[in-house]
């Protein structure tokens, strides 16, 4: 199994920039993929930025050029590098890996991300 720990939401203005952090614990060899996800009140979950073993990344359009996925294998942390923030990205952020041959997926607790205008 697999455990996230999420840490570094917060309450920040428009224009301002946060790093979320995602640590893995547990069977971290069998993780194949994480992302960060996010949820607006009212809203689905969406994906926000994805990072694979091989370190191939993907964004939702929306944060594209603002948020960067990144990796620290020695730490076993997943980062997403937050800049130009606007009030629609406020959510909460939830960490998520995709691990073993079936695909299973684990979230983290969630981190709030308020953005004020």
């Known amino acids: 199994q697999v455990q996230l720990v999420e840490s570094g939401g917060g309450l920040v203005q428009a224009g301002g920039s946060l790093r979320l952090s995602c640590a893995a614990s547990?069977?971290?060899?069998?993780?194949?993929?994480m992302g960060w996800y996010r949820q607006a009140p009212g809203k689905q979950r969406e994906l926000v930025a994805r990072?694979?073993?091989?370190?191939?990344?993907n964004y939702a359009d929306s944060v594209k050029g603002r948020f960067t996925i990144s990796r620290d294998n020695a730490k076993n942390t997943v980062y997403l590098q937050m800049n130009s923030l606007k009030p629609e990205d406020t959510g909460v952020y939830y960490c998520?890996?995709?691990?073993?041959?079936?695909?299973?997926?684990?979230w983290g607790q969630g981190t709030q991300v308020t953005v004020s205008s």
């Open positions: 998520s890996a995709v691990s073993g041959i079936r695909a299973a997926i684990t």
């Open positions: 990072i694979t073993s091989g370190g191939n990344t």
């Open positions: 547990g069977s971290i060899f069998s993780i194949n993929a």
